[in-house]
């Protein structure tokens, strides 16, 4: 499609080094997508975003719809220009939003009919509307509408969810015309590597120009998870962007760039920080702890993002016990920025022929911490 590229450049074992491009601009791979669930990331501003070096953000479907709707989206420019964001952006199919908030939830071939968790209201999203409704927001990449099972569902349930996934990810593919967006395929299969070989097999046949990989971190094992990882990278076309969903905690996401994939988003690093926690590069800081009350070291004395260059331990732990604002910002920016700064050395270690050897040294500095940054 016009506007669209993507190539690995650089192979370090099974990690992979590239470009993406879309019509809002190119990104490097493997990347960290930030979540702005209703089209912002909670508590940073575009400038700081991008700022840190975040390339491209993350929208969900299921929220936007539900408000402010899809058709104001449309009508005022879709999300770049409602948000005036003018980098990428991914949206997600929606289901999995649908299977794990909506209440009252009724799912057959059609479909899922469910009441919102705003107003109560009676909404269908099936293959065909969540097209309707990615399509209206505009963003450069669009997920197939798909069915994602709980990690501990019974292997029957699983299988069934993942054959519906493929008939779902064909009409997904059939409603799809927008040509300045891309379209990607979502594997299910749960931890059962055959279910997972089915369900690659059969949408590479449907064709896609990059698969998501669904399904995991909802409360499997993490060998499991490795598992399917591995066996997906040999099963995925390797000219094609792999994109783990939802995954995860640094050491997840460097887990999974040895492992072959792409692309990564996750709530984690906002969420956190508005919990207090932070990531540093010797463990884990939760703020709220006493002994940080009179610390005036910052968070990482090795990072170099605004939070750090500005902000004492002492001081994030008076703003986050005050309940300001302030709080939130500062931390999430510093998360943010761990995490963009983490898959940039990744990119250069792979590019290097050092990935394994950084990946050895980085997961060592993480868990000889105390698990709490000191």
């Not at 008939?167 to 040509?179: L, M």
């Not at 669904?214 to 598992?227: C, M, S």
């Not at 500005?310 to 995490?339: I, K, V």
Request: aromatic share 8%.
């Amino acid at each position: 499609m016009s506007g669209f590229a993507f190539a690995v450049d650089s192979r370090d074992g099974r990690a992979r080094a590239g470009r993406l491009r879309t019509p809002h601009g190119e990104f490097e791979t493997p990347v960290f997508m930030p979540v702005g669930t209703a089209a912002a990331v909670k508590a940073v501003l575009h400038r700081d975003l991008a700022e840190i070096g975040a390339r491209i953000l993350l929208a969900n479907t299921y929220h936007l719809m539900l408000r402010p709707g899809d058709g104001l989206v449309r009508s005022l420019g879709g999300l770049h220009g409602f948000t005036g964001w003018q980098q990428p952006f991914l949206t997600d199919s929606g289901g999995y939003q649908v299977f794990s908030l909506a209440a009252l939830r009724r799912l057959d071939e059609e479909g899922v009919r469910f009441r919102s968790h705003l107003d109560g209201s009676e909404q269908l999203l099936s293959p065909e509307r969540s097209m309707e409704v990615q399509q209206n927001l505009g963003a450069d990449i669009a997920m197939a509408f798909d069915e994602c099972p709980p990690g501990d569902a019974a292997r029957d349930v699983i299988e069934a969810a993942t054959a519906r996934t493929t008939r779902w990810a064909r009409r997904s593919r059939d409603a799809h015309d927008r040509k300045d967006q891309w379209l990607f395929g979502i594997v299910q299969g749960g931890v059962h590597l055959d279910l997972r070989e089915e369900s690659t097999r059969a949408l590479v046949e449907i064709g896609f120009p990059g698969y998501a990989v669904g399904g995991l971190a909802v409360g499997e094992p993490k060998p499991g998870r490795d598992r399917v990882l591995e066996a997906l990278d040999l099963l995925l076309p390797e000219e094609r962007p792999r994109y783990l969903m939802g995954v995860g905690t640094p050491v997840d996401l460097i887990d999974g760039v040895a492992r072959g994939i792409d692309m990564f988003d996750c709530v984690m690093p906002t969420r956190n920080a508005r919990n207090g926690q932070l990531f540093t590069s010797r463990g884990r800081i939760s703020i709220r702890n006493a002994r940080y009350r009179d610390d005036p070291r910052p968070p990482d004395p090795d990072c170099r993002c605004h939070t750090c260059r500005s902000a004492s331990r002492a001081y994030l732990r008076h703003l986050h016990l005050a309940g300001e604002m302030a709080a939130a910002t500062l931390m999430s920016l510093h998360n943010l920025f761990f995490y963009v700064d983490m898959m940039e050395a990744m990119r250069q270690s792979i590019r290097l022929c050092r990935f394994e050897s950084w990946r050895g040294e980085t997961l060592r500095r993480l868990e000889a911490g105390d698990q709490d940054g000191s």
